[in-house]
């Protein structure tokens, strides 16, 4: 660049100012990079929905059961797979603040139900074979200290009642902090109450193909119609969907914030560059009387002002980035698989912090390179 020396003078002589321009950019970007990571993390069980999957619940809600009946019922329609029971457990593991997802499944099947799980063909074997061995995710190993062998009670609320599994094998893929046990453990459990007995809380299917999928969903919801337990049948993605409707506006909460923090940001470097086109102005008449030209002068602001929101935006970037790769946060955050921001965030993060240097000299600098050599050597500002 023809004047990238002069630019870099110019930003050295306020290094205070210019200390806390950058400060600004790289606490504002780590927010806004926090804050569009958790808006990610919302969407991430529908982006890596399974198409080949579908949920079948009550009608009416999830906390409804299903008779067990209805599994065989829903294997028999054609173009279904599997049919795998789940039932959430709600179990809490030694205190309240220790919690995470649980669900009795149906151990023979859930390899190959939910494929994206991983975990040595051995460990597999021992967790089918053993009505009381349960598996745990990766994370949870990380974050309780679980090891193979090990017997865990959890306590369920919702069942009123403690049970006690042995940990048979550690998994990874998928929601990593979840833990699974046999179905048949549950249902047989002396102590589980009348209402629970027989009972499911819905079915995850895996259909043969995808052109399989709307017609199984139709065809199950058909079969318990006019029963006492009707169901909803839909995709695996819809019924992610389902639960972010849930959060209600917080989606849109979030992309307020981020859009306050934007217009800050951009309130503080407009009155960051407005400071210092101000202090320069006799120099603006000084360099016309050497010569310079009107756009070169806008250039000598806007490259300083692209410099520090450049300087800002790598320094930010690179922090989001290091300290979510370096500390996995979904460990503590529930429902998240991940917390690492998506290189199109960095990009667009990247992207907003040079915008936000462009505009907030653009008037300044345009103003000032306007003024006659005359005006701007009288200047007393």
Same mark, same amino acid.
């Given at each position: 660049m023809k004047y990238s020396h002069l630019i870099w003078k110019n930003i050295l002589r306020n290094k205070r100012r210019s200390l806390l321009a950058i400060l600004s950019l790289i606490v504002s970007l780590f927010l806004i990079i926090t804050l569009a990571t958790i808006v990610t993390e919302f969407t991430r069980g529908?982006?890596? &929905?399974?198409?080949?999957? !579908?949920? #079948?619940? =009550?009608?009416? &809600?999830?906390?409804?059961? !299903?008779? #067990?009946? =209805?599994?065989?019922?829903?294997?028999?329609?054609?173009?279904v797979k599997r049919a795998m029971a789940m039932s959430w457990f709600g179990g809490i593991y030694q205190d309240e603040k220790n919690f995470f997802a649980n669900f009795a499944v149906d151990a023979d099947l859930l390899r190959e139900v939910i494929t994206e799980m991983k975990m040595s063909d051995d460990e597999w074997r021992a967790f089918e074979q053993d009505r009381q061995g349960a598996i745990v995710g990766q994370k949870l190993v990380l974050l309780y200290g679980f090891q193979k062998g090990q017997r865990i009670t959890l306590k369920s609320p919702i069942y009123n009642t403690d049970m006690e599994f042995i940990i048979r094998g550690v998994y990874t893929g998928g929601d990593e902090k979840t833990l699974y046990f046999h179905h048949d453990y549950l249902n047989e459990h002396e102590l589980l109450p009348d209402w629970a007995k027989d009972k499911i809380g819905m079915l995850s299917i895996l259909a043969a193909s995808a052109e399989d999928v709307p017609r199984i969903a139709q065809a199950v919801d058909s079969i318990f119609l006019n029963t006492d337990a009707p169901t909803k049948t839909e995709t695996e993605r819809e019924f992610a969907l389902s639960f972010q409707t849930m959060m209600g506006?917080?989606?849109?909460?979030?992309?307020?914030?981020?859009?306050?923090?934007?217009?800050?940001?951009?309130?503080?470097?407009?009155?960051?560059?407005?400071?210092?086109?101000?202090?320069?102005?006799?120099?603006?008449?000084?360099l016309k009387a050497l010569g310079f030209q009107r756009g070169a002068i806008v250039w000598l602001f806007v490259g300083e002002s692209l410099l520090l929101a450049g300087l800002g935006a790598s320094?930010?970037?690179?922090?989001?980035?290091?300290?979510f790769r370096s500390f996995d946060l979904s460990l503590y955050i529930p429902n998240f698989y991940s917390f690492i921001p998506a290189a199109e965030t960095l990009i667009v993060a990247f992207a907003l912090a040079v915008v936000v240097g462009l505009l907030s000299v653009s008037y300044s600098a345009y103003r000032v390179s306007g003024l006659t050599i005359a005006e701007a050597l009288r200047s007393t500002e």
């Open positions: 529908t982006d890596e &929905s399974n198409p080949l999957r !579908l949920a #079948t619940r =009550h009608s009416v &809600s999830l906390t409804f059961p !299903l008779p #067990t009946a =209805h599994k065989q019922k829903i294997a028999a329609v054609s173009g506006g917080v989606k849109q909460f979030m992309y307020g914030i981020i859009a306050a923090i934007t217009f800050s940001l951009l309130l503080v470097m407009a009155n960051s560059m407005a400071m210092s086109v101000r202090e320069r102005v006799r120099e603006v008449g000084t320094l930010g970037v690179g922090l989001a980035a290091t300290v």
